[in-house]
């Protein structure tokens, strides 16, 4: 059975880091093109950022640029979002999803393989 657990979520205050991890089970992320998503309250799940299954390629939202940081450890078979300087609008649900040889932007979402269950980024003023 495959999983993509969310970890690492939590309530911090305008300004903080937090570091998120994606761990996979029943698959081998090094094949997967591995990206981040997040969903506020009534508005729609949209796209953070993405890993390139092969080259190590990276994109971004606008939103996020310069502060959030995403990463791969194959080995654990783990992906990261390091996020910093965290703002209120930063506050959601954040998932991991999974698209086998994908690249790092973003694809529609049904046609991801695999997504977590994700994980509560709180923010406070």
């Known amino acids: 059975q495959v999983q993509l657990v969310e970890s690492g979520g939590g309530l911090v205050q305008a300004g903080d880091s937090l570091r998120l991890s994606c761990v996979g089970s029943?698959?081998?992320?090094?094949?997967?093109?591995m990206h981040w998503f997040r969903q506020s309250p009534g508005k729609v799940r949209e796209f953070v950022a993405g890993?390139?299954?092969?080259?190590?390629?990276?994109e971004y939202a606008d939103s996020v640029k310069g502060r959030f940081t995403i990463s791969r450890d194959n080995n654990k078979n783990t992906v990261y979002l390091q996020m910093n300087a965290l703002e209120q609008e930063d506050a959601a649900v954040y998932f991991c999803a999974a698209r086998e040889f994908g690249g790092p932007s973003s694809y529609p979402q049904s046609s991801y393989h695999y997504w977590g269950q994700g994980t509560q980024v709180t923010v406070s003023s």
């Open positions: 029943g698959l081998t992320i090094s094949t997967y093109g």
């Open positions: 890993t390139a299954w092969t080259d190590g390629r990276t």
